[in-house]
T-cell receptor, first 112, second 112 residues
């Protein structure tokens, strides 16, 4: 079964709005939490990543919030642009064997 | 140009006919991995390799084989493909234990 549960499956946001994608996990052996962005017909590309000793990381308009006690992390896309329309995957990596588990993905559509 | 190259891009085959999907990276990365992407399931790890001659199972290894005889190449072998292996496959590599994965462009496989 999915080790990382991602929601929502899809979302539509107006240009300039905020997109929020949530992920939850149970395995406390995860030590690295990346987000990947995928455009149609392309492979995923790393967007931003966080480690559990940090509660927030920001890169440009993209922010990861991490809640270790709740075993949840989320991606916020501020000032969403049509070029942000893509599928976003959260993921988590096990500390000792480097297995990487992905969420099911969220398709974000930004309306102009 | 740094890249992960997969071939072929599209493949249609019949049940039971052995096939190989090739993957090559030019970044001297030690870590390589294969994923399959299915709607609603996200990316699931098939096999990964920490270095030459070192491979390990991911979450969905059944029906697949891999080998890592050279650092740059990591082929995925389907000895006897079945229709449930119809999927979009991605190869990826990374310099550091699965962090910052670089993905190939994908191989769309259909098994009839």
């Amino acid at each position: 079964q999915q080790q990382v549960k991602q929601s929502p499956q899809s979302l539509i946001v107006q240009k300039g709005g905020i997109s929020i994608i949530n992920c939850a996990y149970e395995n406390t052996a995860f030590d690295y939490f990346p987000w990947y962005q995928q455009f149609p017909g392309k492979g995923p590309a790393l967007l931003i990543a966080i480690r559990p000793d940090v509660s927030e990381k920001k890169e440009g308009r993209f922010t990861i919030s991490f809640n270790k006690s709740a075993k949840q992390f989320s991606l916020h896309i501020m000032d969403s642009q049509p070029g942000d329309s893509a599928t976003y995957f959260c993921a988590a990596r096990v500390r000792w064997d480097y297995k990487l588990s992905f969420g099911a993905g969220t398709t974000v559509t930004v309306r102009a | 140009e740094a890249q992960v190259t997969q071939n072929p891009r599209y493949l249609i085959t019949v049940t039971g006919k052995k096939l190989t999907v090739t993957c090559s990276q030019n970044m001297n990365h030690e870590y390589m991995s294969w994923y399959r992407q299915d709607p609603g399931l996200g990316l699931r790890q098939i096999y990964y390799s920490m270095n030459v001659e070192v491979t390990d199972k991911g979450d969905v290894p059944e029906g697949y084989k891999v080998s890592r005889k050279e650092k740059r190449n990591f082929p995925l072998i389907l000895e006897s493909p079945s229709p449930n292996q119809t999927s979009l496959y991605f190869c990826a590599s990374s310099v550091d234990r699965g962090e910052k994965l670089f993905f190939g462009s994908g191989t769309q496989l259909s098994v009839l």
